[in-house]
């Protein structure tokens, strides 16, 4: 396909989109509506892994997730297992005027795990609120993994954000006038196996100069 027919195919399939789009639910007319499957997200999750977890100042020592499996997406809800492993793993902190240090060495855990998530346009964040359990064969006398979890489910029912970057504009040339396609995600939910992102595009027709005609002397 020739570079000069690719602004009239994209404007084409902007108008698809929207036709299709204004029969989902819950998706406005003017939105764009794009399905990401559950074979996608975990294609996409199993090559990002393994993935080194943000300790903070009281948690040293190695700490990832080394895999995460099971997954199944419902209605603005994720539930999966995860397998942390870590290596030299301690807690110091102080609590008044007297250090206090908890060596749990190494680990090998699993968890089941599930997360609410919400998405706010203005602010372009995807808030995440997670619940991290052990899973019910863990072996009762494995201290490390339940030290680790108490640890770790400081976290339980606290909203974290997450900023989502903005697309970058696209510019095409239709004739002598330039388009500028600016995009915003105005939603990100789940549902039964797929994530749905919904975009609103902006269309601003910029016209060109036109030639002159004159042959520089």
């Not at 404007?11 to 029969?23: D, G, R």
């Not at 855990?109 to 995440?128: E, G, H, Q, V």
């Not at 770790?152 to 954000?161: H, K, M």
Request: proline residues 5%; positive net charge; contains cysteine.
């Amino acid at each position: 396909m020739k570079i000069k027919y690719f602004g009239v195919v994209l404007v084409c399939l902007l108008m698809v989109f929207n036709i299709s789009a204004s029969h989902a639910k819950n998706v406005p007319s003017n939105d764009i509506s794009i399905t990401v499957p559950l074979n996608v997200i975990a294609n996409v999750i199993k090559d990002a892994l393994p993935l080194n977890i943000e300790k903070g100042q009281y948690l040293k020592g190695a700490l990832w997730v080394h895999t995460i499996d099971h997954i199944k997406i419902g209605s603005d809800k994720v539930t999966f297992n995860m397998n942390i492993r870590g290596k030299n793993i301690k807690f110091e902190t102080q609590l008044g005027n007297q250090p206090l240090l908890m060596d749990i060495g190494n680990i090998d855990a699993a968890f089941n795990c599930n997360a609410t998530l919400r998405y706010d346009p203005s602010k372009r964040l995807l808030y995440i609120t997670p619940h991290i359990l052990q899973t019910q064969d863990a072996k009762k006398s494995d201290q490390k993994a339940a030290n680790l979890l108490q640890l770790l489910s400081l976290a339980n029912g606290v909203e974290y954000p997450i900023e989502i970057n903005k697309i970058q504009p696209l510019v095409t040339q239709i004739s002598d006038a330039q388009l500028n396609i600016d995009m915003d995600i105005t939603n990100i939910h789940t549902e039964k196996d797929k994530i749905l992102i919904s975009i609103r595009p902006k269309v601003k027709k910029v016209k060109s100069q036109p030639s002159s005609g004159k042959k520089s002397e």
